[in-house]
């Protein structure tokens, strides 16, 4: 069966901009998390969507917002763009959410600010 | 700082030797451990988990210890392998506010296989 899809895999923004991340989780996955991946912090938890619902929130500035749609397909956007912003954006799916640890990701939207 | 943390940032084993990647938590309320790992350019992949009331978890070529005592973690790979060179993530998931679950990841052990 088809894996996560994110899209797009790269971009380029500038500061001031907003940009907006798709997810397509596997078939039957209702749960959809996001997580941003940069050298200086790591991997960081951003939140969690589950049916449609905001399940969880890691500790973002309330720049980064998503949502999830009927299909379990999910976005993400960050608005007003800093140059810190620059990272790797993962998205994983599962069928229980974090609470299961299993999460399988997708291969990342990257993201760059100038 | 992180409440998950690894030890040493990279590892180098010779293949066929077994590996040995650890990782400290320090929140005693984090009752379920995962262990990730990420190719170059790609997602992390799930590897193996643990619960806080077992201590030693084993999986293919792979076992996980957890010492509550001293709040520490350890993924041993047997015979490891070239495909084994990766980055390897520890995670600790914690329930939150409510019935929210949190999910925090160690900064990664870069493991090198050597031929």
């Known amino acids: 069966k088809a894996g996560v899809t994110q899209t797009p895999r790269y971009l380029i923004k500038t500061r001031g901009q907003q940009v907006t991340l798709s997810c397509s989780p596997i078939?039957?996955?209702?749960?959809v998390s996001w997580y941003q991946q940069t050298p200086g912090q790591g991997l960081q938890f951003l939140f969690e969507?589950?049916?449609?619902?905001?399940?969880n929130k890691g500790n973002f500035p309330g720049r980064f917002s998503g949502r999830q749609f009927s299909n379990s397909r999910s976005e993400m956007n960050v608005s007003t763009l800093e140059l810190g912003d620059s990272a790797l954006y993962l998205c994983?799916?599962?069928?229980?959410?974090?609470?299961?640890?299993?999460?399988?990701f997708g291969e990342g939207s990257r993201l760059t600010v100038l | 700082g992180e409440s998950v943390g690894l030890h040493l940032p990279t590892l180098s084993v010779q293949e066929g030797d077994n590996s040995i990647i650890n990782c400290a938590y320090s929140?005693?309320?984090?009752?379920?451990f995962i262990w990730y790992k990420q190719e170059s350019g790609k997602g992390p992949q799930f590897i193996i988990d643990?619960?806080?009331?077992?201590d030693k978890r084993q999986g293919q070529r792979v076992t996980v210890l957890l010492n509550k005592t001293v709040k520490h973690l350890s993924l041993q790979i047997a015979a490891t392998q070239p495909g084994d060179s990766a980055v390897y993530f520890c995670?600790?998931?914690?329930?939150?506010?409510?019935?929210?679950?949190?999910?925090?990841f160690g900064s990664g052990t870069q493991l090198t296989v050597l031929p």
């Open positions: 994983a799916s599962s069928l229980e959410g974090i609470r299961s640890g299993e999460l399988f």
């Open positions: 995670a600790e998931n914690m329930r939150g506010a409510g019935s929210a679950r949190q999910l925090t």
């Open positions: 969507y589950f049916s449609e619902t905001q399940r």
């Open positions: 078939s039957g996955h209702r749960s």
């Open positions: 643990i619960r806080s009331n077992m």
């Open positions: 929140n005693s309320a984090s009752d379920y």
